[in-house]
């Protein structure tokens, strides 16, 4: 028992280590697109992008995902995903896949074509695409058929959304317009105000997320939105 405790021990340490010396080459390698690349080609499994794409995706690990910008676009978008991150009310962070670790360099970093400053990498949460409506259903409580028709219908132009986060209480032409009855369960309708309310609040109107295809799970198991 002894020696599987310190085989197990053991083979921690080295795990730990390795992560360790994989992020400090990370950052070594960071304001040099072209050999992170080939450093992420050799030693990570590639799980998204194609060599025409803005960014790249690696797995890390078995939780977390390395995005590497490959032109200016990338580094654009790796930077607005931090500012979005940064800047969301604690209540609808939940809803954002983590961002664990980002390249820090403010300067000029060496890439094909004009340099662009910026972040070449972040280090991310692995979220994966919910299933289908029912797995929806069973994280948030709140039918699909529900959620989808709310976020379809009720932002055309946001106004009305507010207007059902400001007054919970159902009223005859709320109920007309949401395409189940289940609106009017207080209690299902209560989630699905809380969930409005966090997805307007990160800047982003709700008709976008009407589609299953934007909700994805995050590694410990809650909603998240999939960019």
Known sequence: MAVIQHDAIARFIRALTESKLDMQRLRVLGTDRLKLRAWADQNLRRVGGDAGSSRLAYLWDSKRALKVAMNDNGVLQNAGEIQVWSSAPEAS???????????????????????????????????????????????????????????????????????????????????????????????????????????????????????????????????????
């Open 93 to 227: 962070r939940s809803l954002l896949a983590r961002i664990h670790a980002h390249d820090a360099a403010d300067g000029p970093h060496a890439a094909q074509g004009p340099a662009c400053d910026g972040p070449s990498w972040l280090l991310m949460e692995l979220v994966r695409p919910l299933r289908d409506a029912a797995e929806f259903e069973r994280m948030t409580g709140i039918p699909w058929a529900l959620a989808e028709g709310i976020m379809e219908y009720g932002p055309m132009n946001d106004a009305w959304a507010r207007e059902i986060i400001d007054n919970p209480d159902p009223t005859e032409d709320e109920a007309f317009r949401a395409p189940s009855h289940a609106w009017l369960d207080p209690v299902i309708k209560r989630r699905m105000i809380d969930l409005l309310a966090r997805v307007i609040a990160l800047g982003i109107s709700s008709q976008e997320m009407r589609s299953l295809g934007h909700w994805a799970r995050g590694a410990d198991g809650r909603l998240t939105i999939l960019d």
